[in-house]
Nanobody, 116 residues
Framework: QVQLVESGGGLVQAGGSLRLSCAAS????????MGWYRQAPGEQRELVAS???????NYADSVKGRFTISGEINENTVHLQMNSLKPEDTAVYYC??????????WGQGTQVTVSS
């Protein structure tokens, strides 16, 4: 069974940086895209950033210019560099992997807390 393993979350002061990483536990073929979502308490899960196997990226407006997604899709890994963090970025961040078959997988989530 495929598992997505996330790392890099933690506590940081406003203005600081964190780098999240996500890797699949087994080699997967047929990946369409990988990405990061986040969910704050009482809020719906929302897209943060995604990258397709062709290298096309997409960002939420709230993180444009501050976050950068990168990945080695063929190696089943994706990273999220988060700079200039704000308290409103506090959330649980989830990695998502989508196959061309439309099957998808989620990671277990990693907590990011930004203090003011």
């Amino acid at each position: 069974q495929v598992q997505l393993v996330e790392s890099g979350g933690g506590l940081v002061q406003a203005g600081g940086s964190l780098r999240l990483s996500c890797a699949a536990s087994t080699r997967i073929i047929g990946i369409y895209a990988m990405g990061w979502y986040r969910q704050a308490p009482g809020e719906q899960r929302e897209l943060v950033a995604s990258i397709t196997s062709g290298g096309r990226t997409n960002y939420a407006d709230s993180v444009k210019g501050r976050f950068t997604i990168s990945g080695e899709i063929n190696e089943n890994t994706v990273h999220l560099q988060m700079n200039s963090l704000k308290p409103e970025d506090t959330a649980v961040y989830y990695c998502k992997l989508t196959l061309w078959s439309a099957n998808l997988y989620w990671g277990q989530g990693t907590q990011v807390t930004v203090s003011s």
